[in-house]
Each structure stands twice: as structure tokens, then as C-alpha cells.
């Protein structure tokens, strides 16, 4: 049973079923089949052999079976069958561990891919501020590797602060102004902090989300600049526009005025 419950594959549980039983039941092999191939055993085996087959259960579900196989001169007797039924039921928790096991990792590949593929770097930090988990955007903004971040502080890690951050803010959306990054250049951030409690000891810990605004900000300086420039232009188009208006006059009237003098006139 130890055994059974260390193994991590179907084949790896067939191997142990037959070298753990020999002793007692000898064996020539056992065959484990699951799911919609739980009869696929291959009928030339059964013909050569003899064979027991044992259902597995989950609760009152049956999910596949285990076929046991030796030669047809030593055919299975009533007290072996019996006891390969225990082993059928030890098997079927064995092999419902495995598969929740498996589903399990499954579930936090999936979740870890989902959470790498966010952009934006995002991490798990307790309430010390120490990274639990982070994406991988939070490792390159921090030029480290994602197994050298964990269990670091946060602003250790981002911007080499011996400190918490000013305005920092858990578990409230804030903005950190000017914060020095690895590669010497100065960053202001937006960050979105959620928190959450993990099960584990009833802990409570945070998910920040870091957007980094910096060329936001300054792209919306240079519009404003822009604007103001835009604005001047056009407050000069329209001083101009307004002295033209009697100069225009007046250079009329002088060629008017030119008109009525005589060519002989010193104006």
C-alpha cells in the first residue's frame, strides 16, 4: 500500500502490483486499463493466459478494471480471487489519489500560464511584504530570475529600497512616484492592489498589479505642452488678424490721399 500510494503513473502502479504480489500470488503480468478503454485488453493475452479481472470503483462508479495474468497451467483459485478483489479496492484509492493528484497539476499549470501571460507584472506578497508568487513580468521588470524573486521583499526586489514604499498602500489602489529601477531609470507606477486570504494558517496576503505610466505621463506632458503652444499660435493669429484689419485701412487711405496730391507735393 505504501508503495502503491508513492507511485505516479498507471504503469508504474502495474509494475509494483506484480513484484509486490509475486511472492505470494505469482504473476506473469497485471494490465490496469481506465475510463472508455477499461475492456481493451488485448484478447490473444487472454487466450494464452490465465487471467482474473478486477473492477475499480470510485464511490459507486466503476472506472476501469485490473487484469491480472499468468500461465493457463496455473489457473487463479477462488481464495486468490478473493484476495485480488482486496487489492482491486486498495488500487482504486490508489489510483483516484493519482488522478486527483495529476488534475491538480494540471490546474496549476494552467493557472501559472494564465498568470504569466498577463503583461503587466503582478505578484502575491503577504502582509510583510515578502513575494509569494509572481508572473513573469514582475521577474523581468525586476531583472531577476521568477525563483530568485520568491520570498524576497517586494521593494527590495523592484526598486532596491530597504524600506516599504511611500504611499505605499495595501490592499488600496496608489501610485508610487519616481521609483528607481534596475537599469538606473526612474519609473512612476499605478498600482492595483486586491486582497486575499489564503487558506493556509487563515494568512492574508495581496495581489498587486504594477502598471507602469511613466511614458503615459510624459506623453500626456508633451500634449499638454502642445496645447499651450497650439493655443498661443492661435491667440497670435488673432492679434495679428486684428491689427491687420486697420492697418489695411490706413495703407488704403495713404494710396487714396497719394492719388488726390500732385506729383510735384513733398509728401
Known sequence: LIALNR????????????????????????????????LALDMRQTQLDSTHTAPLFQASE??????????????????????????????????????????????????ESTFDAIKKPLSLIDQNYNVLRCNRAFADKARQTPAHVINKKCFEIL????????????????????????????????????????????QLAFINIYHDITENLALEYKIVSKSKE???GLIGSSMAHELNNPLGGIISFIHIIKMDLPTTDPY
Open 7 to 38: 507511485a505516479k503513473s498507471i504503469g508504474e502502479i502495474e509494475g509494483l502490483v506484480k513484484e509486490d504480489l509475486s511472492p505470494a500470488i505469482p504473476l506473469d503480468w497485471t494490465r490496469i486499463t481506465l475510463g472508455p478503454q477499461r
Open 62 to 111: 466503476q472506472i476501469g478494471q485490473i487484469h491480472f495474468g499468468r500461465s493457463k497451467d496455473r489457473p487463479f483459485t477462488n481464495d486468490e480471487t478473493t484476495f485480488l478483489a482486496e487489492v482491486a479496492e486498495a488500487l482504486s484509492l490508489a489510483i483516484f489519489r493519482m488522478t486527483q493528484l495529476n488534475h491538480l497539476e494540471t490546474l496549476k499549470q494552467q493557472w
Open 159 to 202: 526598486f532596491g529600497r530597504n524600506s516599504p514604499c511611500r504611499n505605499c498602500n495595501l490592499g488600496e489602489k496608489f501610485r508610487l512616484f519616481k521609483q528607481k529601477m534596475s537599469n538606473n531609470d526612474k519609473a512612476i507606477f499605478d498600482v492595483t492592489s486586491q486582497p486575499i486570504a489564503l487558506s493556509t494558517f487563515n
Open 230 to 232: 497650439a493655443e498661443l
